[in-house]
């Protein structure tokens, strides 16, 4: 009876084994230089990689893109996904993507990697080379260039995964999530010159769902920035510095635009940075709002406006003129903020006479400036402080 029994678990376990080994046996993977790819850096690869991308999509069943060790010469490359059948795309990367050094060859593309209307599409590892500080160059001397390229651009899609990527030197933002739902951005890293203009790290626009976790960014513009339309947004354990900080907004461009609502920023450090945690709208009519934001345990380390609402945004006072902002800012929370300010202001709520801020909620703040009590100014805020609250608060 032993041996029967025996016999009965090694059957089937032969059974899962077998049954195992084909399923993986069954998973598809494209290698881009078997279908032509070269790593050297300098011969154009596009066609391997839309071939490789097409090939995926074409299946019904879960695909691998796999790029190997080297570096892959990439033009303006477009992933849609509208005919694609496949439900799971993942690109596995080893190798580093380069743009061409020439910025003139992507700068009006608009994206030099877009993807468009895809559903679970998942990036590892890998870098993403912009070569953007040509175009960076061009745009300080004045001269007439392009606008430049976002790097890594996601439309209308679903389901996204983008786990220990780096990008380096964008020619304009290195990532953007605009239109997407459901997506995890895990261990990315953003590198780009601190004086490198509208170089953001991550921007999201009109998505829900997103989370951006244990990520290192280092940049010209904002680290992580949150357009309209955003919503259930969670971001912890970012490094910030260089950069602008973390940033809602600029909003209320539009008169008609969507509101922001729903977001957690927890467990930041800002180093250096211009701002730290910052709400912007300008100055412009708009039935826009923020409402439902949390920013807890963030470490400044002189930042030159740590905490800051600026409702009365208007470079060079152009097409803003004598307005006031029409964005509803309501239930922001800061919580456990301590540091250092560049600044004497360390705690700036400068709000929009037509619609003050209501519901700020101030507890555990310790802010200093050259080792003595930093200040705090409002402007139409009102709401609460609880707690330890340095500097004085002023709601």
């Known amino acids: 009876l032993e041996l029967k029994i025996m016999a009965g678990i090694l059957a089937l376990l032969f059974t899962f084994i077998f049954f195992c080994s084909s399923s993986l046996a069954a998973t598809i993977t494209y290698n881009v230089v078997t279908m032509g790819a070269k790593p050297d850096g300098k011969t154009d690869s596009t066609k391997s990689f839309l071939t490789a991308w097409a090939s995926a999509c074409a299946l019904a069943k879960p695909a691998t893109i796999y790029v190997p060790p080297g570096r892959y010469l990439l033009r303006a490359a477009?992933?849609?996904?509208?005919?694609?059948?496949?439900?799971?795309?993942?690109?596995?990367?080893?190798?580093?993507?380069?743009?061409?050094?020439?910025?003139?060859?992507?700068?009006?593309?608009?994206?030099?990697?877009?993807?468009?209307?895809?559903?679970?599409?998942?990036?590892?590892?890998?870098t993403l080379d912009g070569q953007g500080s040509g175009l960076w160059a061009c745009k300080a001397s004045g001269r007439n260039c392009p606008s430049g390229a976002t790097t890594l651009a996601f439309y209308s899609s679903n389901n996204i995964v983008i786990n220990g990527l780096t990008s380096l030197n964008s020619q304009m933002f290195h990532i953007v999530m605009d239109g997407c739902h459901n997506a995890k951005l895990q261990a990315v890293k953003v590198s780009a010159s601190g004086g490198s203009p509208n170089?953001?790290?991550?921007?999201?626009?009109?998505?829900?769902?997103?989370?951006?976790?244990?990520?290192?960014?280092?940049?010209?513009?904002?680290?992580?920035?949150?357009?309209?339309?955003?919503?259930n947004l969670w971001i912890e354990n970012i490094s910030c510095g260089p950069g602008h900080g973390i940033s809602i907004g600029s909003l209320g461009w539009d008169l008609q635009e969507p509101g922001v609502q729903n977001v957690t920023v927890k467990d930041v450090t800002f180093t250096g940075t211009q701002n730290g945690v910052r709400i912007k709208t300008w100055s412009r009519a708009s039935n826009g709002f923020v409402k439902g934001v949390l920013f807890q345990h963030i470490v400044m380390v002189n930042?030159?406006?740590?905490?800051?609402?600026?409702?009365?945004?208007?470079?060079?006072?152009?097409?803003?003129?004598?307005?006031?902002?029409?964005?509803?800012?309501?239930?922001?929370?800061?919580?456990?903020?301590?540091?250092?300010?560049?600044?004497?202001?360390?705690?700036?709520?400068?709000?929009?006479?037509?619609h003050p801020c209501s519901g700020i909620s101030l507890e555990d703040m310790n802010l200093t400036y050259k080792d003595q009590t930093a200040k705090a100014s409002c402007l139409n805020a009102d709401g609460t402080a609880l707690g330890s609250v340095q500097p004085t608060s002023c709601l």
């Open 303 to 354: 930042v030159d406006n740590p905490v800051i609402i600026d409702q009365n945004y208007c470079p060079d006072h152009h097409n803003c003129p004598n307005q006031a902002s029409g964005v509803k800012i309501s239930d922001v929370s800061y919580h456990n903020i301590h540091g250092t300010s560049g600044t004497q202001v360390a705690v700036k709520f400068h709000c929009s006479k037509e």
């Open 199 to 231: 170089t953001d790290g991550i921007h999201l626009q009109s998505s829900s769902g997103v989370t951006i976790l244990n990520s290192h960014i280092r940049t010209g513009d904002d680290c992580i920035s949150i357009g309209p339309g955003n919503s």
């Open 78 to 126: 477009y992933f849609g996904g509208k005919n694609c059948k496949n439900p799971a795309i993942t690109l596995r990367l080893d190798g580093t993507l380069v743009a061409p050094s020439d910025y003139h060859v992507i700068g009006n593309a608009g994206s030099w990697l877009k993807f468009e209307s895809v559903s679970g599409v998942s990036i590892y590892g890998g």
